[in-house]
């Protein structure tokens, strides 16, 4: 795949629905973590797989404001939320805005680009 920059996502951890599956509870049971542990270790193993193979892992701002995981300092956070309704969105005079300067500022104090 040409580039370095590949997105691993996060901004769709729904913690609820491991915590109601089973079978995600036996396993996180079986090794003593818990959801943002088995997390935080999915995420270094799959970052440092990536940086192996020269990429750079990009993820989402959810991965640094709202998870509890260690992410290396090359780390690319996309922090891009649309305020407007989509049917407004989706009209040419509409754009996205930050939902907050401080959240913008949150990522970069912690040392992200």
Not at 100 to 106: E, K, M, N, P, V
Request: hydrophobic letters at 45%.
């Amino acid at each position: 795949m040409p580039g370095n920059l590949l997105s691993t996502g996060g901004d769709e951890v729904n913690a609820a629905c491991y915590a109601d599956d089973t079978e995600t509870q036996a396993a996180l049971n079986a090794t003593g973590r818990n959801i943002s542990q088995a997390l935080d270790s999915f995420v270094g193993t799959m970052h440092a797989a990536l940086r192996a193979q020269g990429k750079t892992p990009v993820v989402w701002e959810e991965m640094v404001l709202s998870e509890n995981i260690t992410l290396g300092a090359d780390t690319v956070v996309m922090y891009v939320v649309f305020s407007v309704p989509l049917d407004t969105m989706l009209r040419p005079s509409s754009g996205s805005v930050w939902i907050s300067s401080q959240d913008a500022a949150a990522i970069v104090e912690k040392g992200f680009r």
